[in-house]
Each structure stands twice: as structure tokens, then as C-alpha cells.
């Protein structure tokens, strides 16, 4: 079958085209193998590029250890950018169905007339505690609320495993963190406990947050099921959403993520709306 490798911001993934080409395997398995950036193509996840009954594409999205998401911000506009670029419709404005909703994009097209960037409306962030899903945190939003996680083994004992946390859903879950020094953080090691922390039934997505000027925020994420990623779309807005519940900002802010920038506002109608870049690495073939 063949295959295109993108990324958005550095977050990349190995995309599948069934508008034109038929997949009947497993696809939690194949995610597993095209990921290993050892014996297999090298990404953070596998998408799925579908048609759909409701929007003009619609996308499944495997993270590296197999397990389905419903969003993936990166991973979104990049299949903006395969559906548009390749005339399977014809843009510049989009609906694309993932995680059972719909979602509209809009491109922007480079000086090559192919598409550079793309601006996506993620939707209205979830705070409730069941909406995250968060469980014993009782029924009101988690909004700098101090949490000690728990440590599995002696060893890691030692790590800083208390912080005050605020929690969002943008279709999967989101926990920010904000902290004085995002680079020198230990987020490879603290960014699985909080995971997979009792707190979260469906385990978490983590993200280390400094804050850099009024309007720029430096975020490393820690992805549950891919581990610490260059970037995440998703990840991003919740990071918007948090800086505005804790420090009252509805204005646009730039985040410097490890593999680039994305730009955010959440805006006063409650919606986030993202705009970043989506890139062709390459086209290639694989044996199924």
C-alpha cells in the first residue's frame, strides 16, 4: 500500500489514503509497526484518510503504541493538506469527521500553490471532570488545583510529582502544567506518571508549560500512548485554554513547541482556533 509521512510542527505521522486505495488489516497493529523508528517507517502515530458520510473527509488516528484517539490537531491539518493537494475536494475550506465530530479547516496555499499552513477550529473546550475524563476530583473544573501523583516505584520518589494542574478536554484528555523552566524539566520521566496516574481512567496527556512574554508561552508535551512528541495540536489549545482560566488571556498567543510554532486564540465565543504548518516528508510503499 502506499503511504505519505508528514508533520505538523514536527509531530509526525504515517498517513493512509482509502479514498483510493482498500485496508481490511488491523489497524492498531499496523500503527505499532510503522512508528518504530527503529524497524519501522519512524512517527508518533498512523492516520487514516477516509471518506465520510457527514464531512468531506473523515480521520482515524493511532497513536504509536496502537491505541485510537479522537483528535489530533497536527495530524488534522496535515490531512487538510493531503485531501486539498491531491484534488480529492477542492478547498479551501473543509469538514473533516474525527472522534464523531465535525470540524472545519481552512488552507492556505504557499507561493507553489500547494497548501502551507492551515487554520483549524478545534472546538469548544470540556471542563467538567467526567467530560476529561478525571475521576475522585469531585464535580467542579480543575483549575490550578494542587495534585500529588503517585510514583509506581521507589526510584522516581524523588522527582517533583506535585503541581498545580488545571485539566481540559478537546476531545481527549489534557493535563497543564505550568512550571518556571520547561527545557531543563524532567517531562521524560514525570510525563508517564501522570499518565498513567489514578486520576485518569483513560490515561492523560501532559504538558510542561513556561511562560515566556505576555503573549508566548514554550509547552514540551508528553503524549499518552507516543511518549514526549515534538508537538500537539490538541495539546496546544488546552495549553490556550488553561493560560486563559488561570491567567485571563482571550487573545492570540504564540507557543514555541520543540518542533516549531503554532499560533492559538481562545476565542470569547469559547471556541479555540489553531493555525500551523503541515509538511510533506515523503511518499513511499509499504507490504502489508
Known sequence: MKFVKMHGAGNDYVYLDLFRNDFTGDPSALAARVSDRHFGIGSDGLIIIMPSGRADARMRMFNADGSESAMCGNGLRCLAKYVLDEGLRPGPELTVEAGGKIISVTAERGADGLVASVNVD??????????????????????????????????????????????????????????????????????????????????????????????????????????????????????SVAFGLTQGWRRPVRMQLAGGELMLHWQENDHVMMRGPAVLVYRGEIDL
Open 122 to 239: 478545534m472546538g469548544v473546550p470540556q471542563l467538567q471532570p467526567v467530560d476529561i475524563p478525571a475521576i475522585d476530583l469531585g464535580g467542579e473544573p480543575v483549575i490550578a488545583r494542587e495534585l500529588e501523583f503517585r510514583a509506581a516505584v521507589d526510584a522516581a520518589r524523588d522527582l517533583p510529582l506535585r503541581h498545580k494542574v488545571t485539566l481540559v478536554s478537546m476531545g481527549n484528555p489534557h493535563c497543564v502544567i505550568f512550571i518556571d523552566d520547561a527545557a531543563h524539566f524532567p517531562a521524560d520521566r514525570v510525563g508517564p506518571i501522570i499518565e498513567h496516574d489514578r486520576h485518569f481512567p483513560e490515561r492523560c496527556n501532559v504538558h510542561f508549560v513556561e511562560q515566556l512574554a505576555e503573549d508566548a508561552l514554550r509547552v514540551r508535551t508528553w503524549e499518552r500512548g507516543s511518549g514526549e512528541t515534538l508537538a500537539c495540536g490538541s495539546g496546544a489549545s488546552a495549553v
